[in-house]
């Protein structure tokens, strides 16, 4: 095999796309959502300052797609509850009637208010609150967190679902429900949820491109979407998020299949969807050994720099022979896993342990290239390099983020080659990755039918 430049190469990519220097002041938001943004944030990022400039909170439909770390969750949650908060006052003021109770603002608590309400079940003819999805429990845990810093003066309902939790009885008793597509498919019948009030004025699809395009998953969430759409479409608003597009849902491209569904749909995107945010230095580190002990000394000089680090393994098996190659070094006491195995709350404590600094480092399978939101992480190590490029680019994501600094290193074995072979050259140019971010198997279909024709 003939040497390559990134056996050894390290390089530094520039994207600033990401920061802004516009205020949210500047856009008449609500005075509780802005009160709830000026305390966690001095401006915009470059997604959310799209999505305000284009009016998305006065209810338009849109498809939001945006790089990991950008700040996409805030760029649909400040719609989101920006439309909530202004018919919670509208109802105030109406003294409309709701489920046999007249509606009122909530008194502030410590906290976000979960489940707490229990109103008669009615049919609502008008739309109101919010519903946001998205593919798993471990990333609606993610989004309440952020719900909870936004909602400042602690006005709102929320029933998310976990795995002790069953849905709401009455949908209407809560300004939000979070859930994922599965859950509402599969709990009750799709005519139940409709009779218990579910009516929501704002939709949100987060990731949806596993919501969509995964076998899994689309066909029911597809059954939700047409139920929803089924409503009285004119009261509601429809979002839709992602940081990887995928090529085709059901044969056709993601954005025309939305544009069939959904009515004049805003394409709201940054600048660098498809490319890797902020400011990263890359480390490639060839290797012929699947367990390869030069990642200690990796590990311990960050350690000693006090930063935090998230491993990357393919399987639980690796993950946790890792782990045990840690605890016989004597790192075992700041160093945890986090994996589909898990339940939502112990992959919440493991995050919460990482954010607190109790850990410092996280090995982590597939399910946490997604959702782990922390400007702390300093360095991703990829001991098991990605199988496909939506992959790279979610597991890369959990550094840098906005505008932070941040390292991935990249052990590579032999069977890793092709893939490194399409992702470098674009990375090196700071280009976008559409090319490759094929279909499943079809880049490997692609690199066989190169080889053969190169043989001939």
């Keep these: 095999m003939s040497r390559r430049p990134y056996m050894t190469d390290i390089f530094k990519k520039d994207i600033s796309d990401s920061l802004e220097t516009t205020t949210f002041r500047e856009y008449g938001l609500h005075p509780y959502l802005l009160e709830g943004l000026e305390n966690s944030f001095s401006y915009c990022s470059s997604i959310q300052k799209k999505v305000l400039d284009n009016k998305i909170q006065d209810g338009a439909n849109a498809m ?33 009637s709701i489920g046999g109770a007249n509606y009122k603002n909530p008194s502030a608590s410590n906290s976000i208010k979960r489940n707490s309400l229990s109103l008669k079940p009615s049919v609502s003819r008008t739309s109101r609150g919010g519903l946001i999805m998205t593919s798993s429990q471990h990333l609606l845990s993610q989004i309440e967190l952020q719900l909870s810093d936004l909602d400042f003066k602690k006005t709102l309902n929320v029933s998310i ?114 490319k890797l945010n902020q400011n990263i230095d890359f480390e490639w580190i060839r290797t012929d050994l699947e367990n390869d002990p030069k990642i200690l000394p990796i590990v311990q000089k960050e350690l000693k ?31 945890g896993t986090f994996s589909g195995e898990l339940s939502t709350q112990e992959r919440v ?75 470098y050259p674009l990375l090196e140019k700071q280009d976008k990755m ?11 279909r692609r690199i066989r039918r190169q080889e053969s024709r190169s043989s001939d």
């Design 64 to 96: 939001i797609l945006s790089e990991t770390g950008s700040g996409k969750t805030l760029s649909y949650l400040i719609p989101t509850l920006n439309r909530i908060y202004h018919t919670k006052d509208r109802l105030e003021k109406e003294k409309v």
């Design 161 to 274: 679902e976990n795995k002790s939790n069953a849905l709401p009885t009455n949908f209407m008793a809560y300004d939000l429900i979070l859930c994922t597509p599965s859950k509402l498919f599969s709990e009750k019948t799709l005519l139940n949820h409709t009779a218990l009030g579910l009516n929501p004025e704002v939709i949100v699809f987060d990731e949806f491109d596993t919501c969509f395009a995964l076998s899994g998953f689309k066909y029911q969430t597809v059954k939700v979407l047409d139920l929803l759409l089924s409503q009285n479409r004119a009261q509601k608003q429809f979002l839709f998020t992602a940081a990887t597009l995928p090529r085709r849902i059901f044969k056709h491209s993601a954005k025309d299949f939305f544009r069939s569904k959904v009515s004049n749909l805003q394409v709201v995107e940054s600048n660098n969807m498809h």
């Design 305 to 335: 720099n006090d930063e935090k680090i998230l491993i990357f393994c393919n399987t639980k098996q690796k993950m946790e022979q890792l782990q045990k190659f840690f605890t016989d070094q004597g790192l075992g006491e700041v160093t």
């Design 349 to 423: 404590s493991q995050l919460n342990s990482l954010y607190l600094s109790k850990i410092k480092i996280l090995i982590c399978t597939e399910v946490a290239a997604r959702g782990i939101d922390s400007n702390e992480v300093k360095h991703v190590i990829l001991y098991d390099f990605p199988t496909n490029v939506t992959s790279f680019i979610h597991k890369v994501g959990r550094t840098g983020r906005m505008g932070t600094s941040g390292k991935v290193t990249s052990f590579i074995r032999d069977y890793n080659i092709r893939l490194l072979d399409e992702i």
């Design 434 to 444: 559409d090319s490759i971010m094929s279909s499943r198997g079809s880049l490997g």
